[in-house]
């Protein structure tokens, strides 16, 4: 798949000019390691020679697009992606693996959230993958002493649903 495929299949419904701005995004985020190309593909390719991404790349620029509506600091998308990425590529986590592939597979309802704590100059950021009930139920037992901020969580379930087809 080039970087306009998934282009096209993370943002179906985008105009010339916002599917032009979302290649040139892809494109960025291959460079500096959030998204990862199909075996044997370097990141730079050379003048007239398309990049090949690995169908799993589809699901990680679906979640890169959403995360990037937060406007949060690319340092703090950037440390959430690679650290997730590194449990689901790698299999670093079993856990996480597994639950990124329920979320990809629609086998189960999972959600990535992410939370900021205080303090807000420097906020410390936490995030996992959970099932969506294991989750609400965890939040809603929160205490209101922790500092915790901001909470924020991406339906993946839902998300990945959206590019099948």
């Not at 370097?42 to 959403?66: P, Q």
């Not at 650290?83 to 590529?89: A, N, R």
């Not at 999972?110 to 139920?137: C, Q, T, Y």
């Amino acid at each position: 798949m080039t970087v306009t495929d998934l282009a096209k299949r993370v943002l179906p419904h985008a105009d010339e000019q916002e599917l032009a701005a979302a290649v040139r995004q892809l494109r960025h985020w291959t460079q500096i390691g959030l998204l990862s190309l199909g075996a044997g593909e370097s990141v730079f390719t050379g003048t007239g020679r398309h990049r090949e991404y690995e169908d799993s790349a589809l699901y990680s620029a679906a979640l890169l697009f959403e995360i990037g509506k937060w406007k949060l600091p690319p340092s703090l998308i950037d440390r959430v992606v690679k650290s997730l990425g590194f449990s689901i590529e790698r299999r670093a986590n079993a856990n996480d693996w597994q639950l990124w592939q329920d979320a990809v597979s629609g086998k189960a309802d999972i959600v990535l959230w992410v939370e900021m704590h205080k303090p807000a100059d420097r906020p410390g950021l936490v995030f996992g993958l959970e099932g969506r009930m294991s989750f609400a139920n965890r939040l809603s037992n929160k205490s209101k002493s922790d500092d915790h901020v901001s909470t924020f969580v991406v339906f993946l379930t839902d998300l990945f649903s959206r590019l099948q087809g």
